[in-house]
């Protein structure tokens, strides 16, 4: 991956996360600056957030599973960011 692509990605997990927990956006900012692991499961959030809203475009026979599966990987990755943040 080039330095573009991880950064442009890394921005869209931090907006990802400041769009969930507002409230906390500069503990967010901080934390996405200094924790790898975190700063990755802010990019996953945004990834899943992304398959999410292109679900209408699979297959009708697909829709509905992968559907289930991104919202319920968005629902895990909010919990272990809201839990990190404590």
């Known amino acids: 991956m080039d330095?573009?692509?991880h950064e442009t990605e890394e921005r869209q997990g931090?907006?990802?996360?400041?769009?969930?927990?507002?409230?906390q956006s500069l503990e967010i900012r901080r934390r996405v600056l200094r924790d790898e692991n975190f700063r990755?499961?802010?990019?996953?959030?945004?990834a899943a957030?992304?398959?999410l809203a292109s679900v209408d475009s699979f297959p009708a026979h697909l829709r509905d599973e992968r559907r289930a599966e991104?919202?319920?990987m968005i629902e895990s990755l909010a919990l272990e960011i809201a839990q990190s943040l404590k």
């Not at 931090?14 to 409230?23: D, G, H, S």
């Not at 990755?40 to 945004?46: F, H, K, R």
């Open 40 to 46: 990755g499961i802010c990019a996953d959030l945004a």
């Open 3 to 5: 330095k573009n692509s």
């Open 70 to 72: 991104f919202e319920g």
């Open 49 to 51: 957030e992304s398959a």
């Open 14 to 23: 931090l907006v990802a996360a400041t769009r969930r927990f507002p409230m």
